[in-house]
């Protein structure tokens, strides 16, 4: 996704951010924060005795819109492939169980709502802190899923063998790793024959990286 002038095309939806018609056919408003907040065929109240959801994304930025996409007005995180104006990257993530359990340093699980996320959760929620934040709670959205891009990357399953760690090593001639195919689709740490990249064809643009540890760490980026 690439930011041009005015105009922004998320990960899930395509909005106008000064005015005119989104791409469901309704009107959209003006940004406000430092993530930015849309609004999708919603009138300025329509979204305004809730507040936005603050769910992290995976693989992407989170912005709030305000839309009915799913029927009826409401708050949802949409995940951006690039970080909206004024995004503070130097933010460092820390968990926070270290000296005690995730429970005790952020307090009760929160109980999370699917339709807060354009397409769902991904992973279990992580007591985490950002910056120099208290500890909280974090569950993260799913992107829109790569089938719908065309930028998939894909596994051969004929080069995995059986599941490895170090007091079942694997035979002569294959790796121990584990693999991130896609956002949500990971293996575990599993016998590859050959090379640990030949069991994983990167999608246009991306290439394989091996992280040198054991289990390898094995994905594709840029």
């Not at 429970?103 to 709502?113: K, R, T």
Request: with cysteine; net charge negative.
């Amino acid at each position: 996704m690439r930011f041009f002038g005015s105009s922004f095309v998320f990960a899930g939806l395509v909005l106008v951010a000064c005015g005119g018609a989104s791409a469901t056919g309704g009107t959209v408003g003006s940004q406000t924060g430092a993530l930015g907040t849309y609004r999708d065929g919603c009138d300025a109240n329509a979204c305004g005795a809730r507040p936005a959801p603050q769910h992290r994304c995976a693989g992407g930025f989170a912005v709030s819109v305000c839309t009915k996409a799913r029927g009826t007005c409401g708050w949802q995180i949409d995940c951006a492939d690039e970080p909206p104006p004024e995004y503070d990257g130097n933010v460092g993530v820390s968990s926070c169980d270290v000296n005690t359990t995730a429970a005790q340093a952020c307090g009760p699980l929160p109980v999370y709502d699917d339709k807060d996320c354009v397409y769902g959760f991904i992973g279990e929620p992580q007591c985490e802190r950002y910056g120099n934040a208290s500890c909280a709670w974090s569950h993260r959205c799913r992107p829109r899923p790569c089938e719908q891009t065309g930028t998939c990357n894909v596994l051969d399953r004929s080069k995995l063998g059986g599941t490895c760690d170090a007091e079942r090593p694997c035979p002569t001639g294959s790796s121990c790793a584990s693999i991130s195919v896609n956002i949500g689709e990971y293996v575990p740490p599993t016998c590859v024959e050959g090379d640990a990249c030949s069991a994983l064809t990167c999608a246009a643009g991306l290439q394989c990286y091996v992280a040198e540890s054991y289990p390898l760490q094995v994905g594709c980026g840029r």
